[in-house]
T-cell receptor
Framework: DAGVIQSPRHEVTEMGQEVTLRCKPISGHNSLFWYRQTMMRGLELLIY????????DSGMPEDRFSAKMPNASFSTLKIQPSEPRDSAVYFCASSPQDSGANVLTFGAGSRLTVL | GNSVTQMEGPVTLSEEAFLTINCTYT??????LFWYVQYPGEGLQLLLKATKADDKGSNKGFEATYRKETTSFHLEKGSVQVSDSAVYFC???????????FGKGTTLSVSS
């Protein structure tokens, strides 16, 4: 299995531009999570999906952030317009919903720098 | 609400030293507890877990025991190696299909 695949691995953009981060979960995993990691705030949950349905988006910072999961094998996190304070590493993770102890498998992350 | 508190880092040790990273949690009921590890430039990987009180999770020489009475899940290793240098995250969750709540992470640096 290739694991959780995220793209791009690195993105540098200018303030005001739209950013789209992509995630392909492990096949058969029906829960998908987006986290953001910064030095100041650590690892924060942004949103998670079960069976492609958003369950909890209370961690999404503001309306500039949106996430979709159109099918079981693909999710996007979009920031429009981007701001310098959005600079962070964004992780996608997936798990089987019936995994008992809810073990998450993380992707390698997308490092976003907004200038 | 549910939360996880870890000791502040960085933790700097010499090779073969004993390691303890403290983790305490606040949660209702009986959460499942985890330690994840993040090596430089990589995503988090599960290190070990425990799902009920008094369970001991272990992997790669690391151990942690779920202590309900002290709401703790401290990570220990008897003899660290340079290759253990990484960031360690304590986390909890209440049920499958729900999100993990992470501590802020503790950076471990081991020198030879």
């Amino acid at each position: 299995d290739a694991g959780v695949i995220q793209s791009p691995r690195h993105e540098v953009t200018e303030m005001g531009q739209e950013v789209t981060l992509r995630c392909k979960p492990i096949s058969g995993h029906n829960s998908l999570f987006w986290y953001r990691q910064t030095m100041m705030r650590g690892l924060e949950l942004l949103i998670y999906f079960n069976n492609n349905v958003p369950i909890d988006d209370s961690g999404m910072p503001e309306d500039r952030f949106s996430a979709k999961m159109p099918n079981a094998s693909f999710s996007t996190l979009k920031i429009q317009p981007s701001e310098p304070r959005d600079s962070a590493v964004y992780f996608c993770a997936s798990s089987p919903q019936d995994s008992g102890a809810n073990v998450l498998t993380f992707g390698a992350g997308s490092r976003l720098t907004v200038l | 609400g549910n939360s996880v508190t870890q000791m502040e880092g960085p933790v700097t040790l010499s090779e073969e030293a004993f390691l303890t990273i403290n983790c305490t949690y606040t949660a209702t009921g009986y959460p499942s507890l985890f330690w994840y590890v993040q090596y430089p430039g990589e995503g988090l990987q599960l290190l070990l877990k425990a799902t009920k009180a008094d369970d001991k999770g272990s992997n790669k020489g690391f151990e942690a025991t779920y202590r309900k009475e002290t709401t703790s899940f401290h990570l220990e290793k008897g003899s660290v190696q340079v290759s253990d240098s990484a960031v360690y995250f304590c986390a909890l969750t209440h049920q499958a299909g729900t999100a993990l709540i992470f501590g802020k992470g503790t950076t471990l640096s081991v020198s030879s």
